[in-house]
């Protein structure tokens, strides 16, 4: 019996929210542990960027085993584990510590958006993916909302330490609801190649000089960017360049995220209207993608505001922008993907992209070391944007399942 798909978006969307959360804490503790571990921001901006190490080298891994024994077991367990890792963060007392704490948080959440996507590939049909995308994903947009607010609380009235052990074991609870409520639906024990499902061999060769597949390489490396530069930086950079306080700043970085959680599923769904009223998959797609992008690349202006209110109204914009790529960016991979390589394809594709979850937060992070401003790294993250969109628009091709093959 298969999930209910209100209620399996809601799980997903849940999950989303807590992978977001154990993603984003550190983001906002960083100004406080600073201070306390004797840590400058370039320094810091490594620490930011060891989540996407291991996040890349578990990528494809990951998706593999999803693809051949279910997103169910496969999500489950790598949420526990980014979970235990993340509360583990209270515990560390250095650099190191905190490099392998975040080692194991980036590896955990590997799972997180290649297999939600599988789920969705799997469970809902084109016409509905766009929305069942953007609802899943705006549980991340719910989450960064969250942490800068309950991390500030906590931080504030105890200690970055509690912070991290009550979001950690907090998170636990998404596990339970997970395995009680999420029903996988059965695959067939033999595919039409006359292979298991997940045990065909992976036509890399094909995949990887695939047009389409390259394109979409090259729009979310860049959209990753920036969306990086916003969960590693905003707190820091409200407190450090706008001068707030860590209670405003929790109020002022929450407000984006709201906005954002808005406007990614009124995106999915605007994009699946376009479908249902003739507009082809690829239009439909293609142009939702490319009018949120040039909304988010305002990001440019940002640096360039003496009013710190006005800056937090940019970035309102900016982060609904990059909100509403994100949700239209995950549908199309999930359109693109063929049959029985959802987690493969995705994740592929992600483990690329998320290469920019390296280099962002250490750029920005010496960037303002050596400027002691933010300026230039806003710069950087809009102007790649607009390299995303070009992507979008002259290097992917029509969005159906890619001919890969079923060869090497």
Known sequence: MKTNKITLVALLAFGMFINAIDRGALGVAAPQMLKDLNMDPGVMGIALSAFYCSYILCM??????????????????????????????????????????????????????????????????????????????????????????????????????????????????????WYLFFREPKQDAIGKEGVKPGSMPIPWRKLLSNRTILGLMLTKFFLDYLWVVFISWLPSYLVMERGFSILKMGLYASIPWIVGFVAQPAMGHFSDWLIKKGVSVTKARKYALVGSQAVAASVIAVGFVDDPLIAVILLTI?????????????????EVSPKGMGGTVASAVNTVSSIAGVMAPTITGFIYKFTGSFQMALLVAGVGILVSAMSMLFVVQEIEPVDVGTTS
């Open 318 to 334: 900016n982060i609904a922008g990059e909100s509403a790529s994100a949700g239209i960016m995950w549908t199309i991979l999930t």
């Open 60 to 177: 494809v891994p990951v998706g593999r085993l999803a693809d051949k024994y279910g997103a169910k077991t496969a999500l489950g367990w790598a949420a526990a584990f980014w979970s235990l890792a993340s509360a583990a963060t209270g515990l560390i007392q250095g650099f190191y510590g905190l490099i392998a704490v975040r080692l194991g948080v980036g590896a955990g959440e590997t799972a997180g958006n290649p297999l939600s996507a599988k789920v969705i590939n799997e469970n809902f049909p084109s016409e509905e993916r766009a929305r069942a995308t953007a609802w899943c994903l705006s549980g991340t947009k719910l989450g960064m909302a969250a942490v800068p607010v309950l991390m500030g609380f906590l931080m504030t009235y105890w200690s970055w330490r509690t912070a991290f052990l009550v979001t950690g074991i907090g998170s636990l609870l998404w596990c339970l609801a």
